[in-house]
């Protein structure tokens, strides 16, 4: 069964805590991604990743890091250096960089 | 730059009704657009899809046609049920651009 994965669903962390939010995909995708989503709001972008081992910042990176060690997983370290975390956080993949996106089904992240 | 413009919700109509929602769109190249669709806490997913002019994309009853001359990919469906109620983005990817730009979401809610 293809598709993306994201653990956990729901994520409670103390202010100045880091966390990793997980995202495994087995569509064989080249190229995966990061979005923020707050309460009414469209998506932003945190980071992207083209290929393994590469990755670069979106337009909300600032507070966030990653890394691509494998073409499956792309997890996402909330550090205590973002100012306002708690949002809902949504990992996706595509084939390459620029074609049809598909989502996992996201983390809630919340900092108390 | 790249930009999409979705009408604001939230929409709320009753069982049966047509439905459309308006989206247009501001490229600088040859986009491709997409509606996706959010159910309650869930991530997205791709409703339907048109890589160039004048192309119809359509799934599940939902139609939308890519008119380049107005710069427009609206939603429609003819007849809406209850199960439709949903957050729906417009988003559009150009090419060598590696993120999707999305429009801030229109909700839906369909009454009985």
């Known amino acids: 069964d293809g598709g993306i994965t994201q653990s956990p669903k729901y994520l409670f962390r103390k202010e100045g805590q880091n966390v990793t939010l997980s995202c495994e995909q087995n569509?064989?995708?080249?190229?995966m991604y990061w979005y923020r989503q707050d309460p009414g709001q469209g998506l932003r972008l945190i980071y992207y990743s083209q290929i393994v081992n590469d990755f670069q910042k979106g337009d909300i990176a600032e507070g966030y890091s990653v890394s691509r060690e494998k073409k499956e997983s792309f997890p996402l370290t909330v550090t205590s250096a973002q100012k306002n975390p708690t949002a809902f956080y949504l990992c996706?993949?595509?084939?390459?960089?620029?074609?049809?996106?598909?989502f996992g089904p996201g983390t809630r992240l919340t900092v108390l | 730059g790249n930009s999409v413009t979705q009408m604001e919700g939230p929409v709320t109509l009753s069982e049966e009704a047509f439905l459309t929602i308006n989206c247009t769109y501001t490229?600088?190249?040859?986009?491709?657009l997409f509606w996706y669709v959010q159910y309650p806490g869930e991530g997205l997913q791709l409703l339907l899809k048109a890589t160039k002019a004048d192309d119809k994309g359509s799934n599940k009853g939902f139609e939308a046609t890519y008119r380049k001359e107005t710069t427009s990919f609206h939603l429609e469906k003819g007849s809406v049920q209850v199960s439709d109620s949903a957050v729906y983005f417009c988003?559009?990817?150009?090419?060598?651009?590696?993120?999707?730009?999305f429009g801030s979401g229109t909700r839906l809610s369909i009454r009985p």
């Open positions: 569509l064989n995708h080249d190229a």
């Open positions: 988003a559009l990817s150009d090419r060598g651009v590696p993120e999707i730009i």
């Open positions: 490229a600088t190249g040859y986009p491709s």
């Open positions: 996706a993949s595509s084939i390459k960089v620029a074609d049809t996106q598909y």
